[in-house]
């Protein structure tokens, strides 16, 4: 039986995931709390060598089903390999991206489908849902304006798809907050980042004193 939190940051590019995440884990770790910060896809070896393959941008002949199997299997490694052994050791685990990245890009945005997406997801994490999804939503123009204008990493093959796609994007991670009311929650990306962060740590705080989380 898992002890720890499992806690998932979603939202398009640019909104602001990594950057809150880093903030927070360094706020709970100041506090006494274990937790691990790590991302999806990528996190470990394996997974971070099929981020490689899946974001080249020279991979354009990649076809869809192919992406989202390929984003499936990163998340079986990285979850069996860091994430469950991390929660048996009662750590707040932050994760930058999940399932919900498979259902809102390759399901919807990509046209997919997100039941069949789900299906190949199902089968990777069986019954791993995480306790609490923070959503960044933010316009897309906003984000990517923000991920070009910083320059900070590279840009990747997901990055160049058009600004329809990124639409549609946030449009599927909109009708996944109607799927699952009660697991995720929106929180406005534009405003600015020490109000983002406060009202995600806020959120944050709920569920660890809810859930009764031990410090080492
Ligand atoms: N609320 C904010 N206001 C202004 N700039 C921000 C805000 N949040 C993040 N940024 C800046 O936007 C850029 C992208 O942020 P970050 O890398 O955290 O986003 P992300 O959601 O992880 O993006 P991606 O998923 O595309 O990698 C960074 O330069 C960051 O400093
Ligand atoms: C997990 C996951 C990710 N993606 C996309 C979303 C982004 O465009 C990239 C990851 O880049 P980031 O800078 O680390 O955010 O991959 C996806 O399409 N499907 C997924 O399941």
């Known amino acids: 039986m898992n002890k720890g939190i499992f806690i998932t940051v ?4 640019g909104a602001g995931k990594t ?7 360094q706020r709970l770790e100041a506090e006494g709390y274990r937790v691990l910060h790590t991302r999806e896809p990528g996190g470990i070896e394996i997974a971070e060598q099929i981020r490689s393959v899946i974001l080249d941008k020279e991979n354009t002949k990649m076809d869809a089903r192919t992406e989202a199997l390929l984003y499936a299997a990163a998340r079986r490694q990285h979850l069996v390999e860091k994430v469950i052994p991390a929660l048996e050791k009662d750590y707040i685990v932050l994760c930058d991206r999940f399932i919900d990245s498979s259902l809102a890009y390759q399901g ?11 299906m190949i997801n199902r089968f990777a994490i069986k019954d791993m849902m995480p306790h609490l999804t923070l959503y960044f939503d933010i316009e897309p123009e906003l984000g990517l304006e923000r991920i070009n204008k910083h320059n900070e990493r590279e840009i990747n093959r997901l990055d160049l798809e058009d600004l329809k796609f990124h639409q549609l994007v946030r449009e599927g991670y909109i009708k996944l907050m109607d799927l699952y009311p009660e697991r995720i929650y929106k929180i ?5 980042i020490d109000d983002v962060c406060a009202e995600a740590e806020g959120k944050l705080k709920e569920i660890i004193q809810k859930k009764e989380i031990r410090k080492p």
């Open 188 to 192: 406005d990306a534009s405003q600015l």
């Open 108 to 118: 919807y945005a990509r046209g997919l489908g997100m039941d069949e997406v789900y």
């Open 10 to 13: 979603e939202g398009p590019e």
């Open 19 to 25: 950057t809150v995440i880093h903030m927070l884990a």
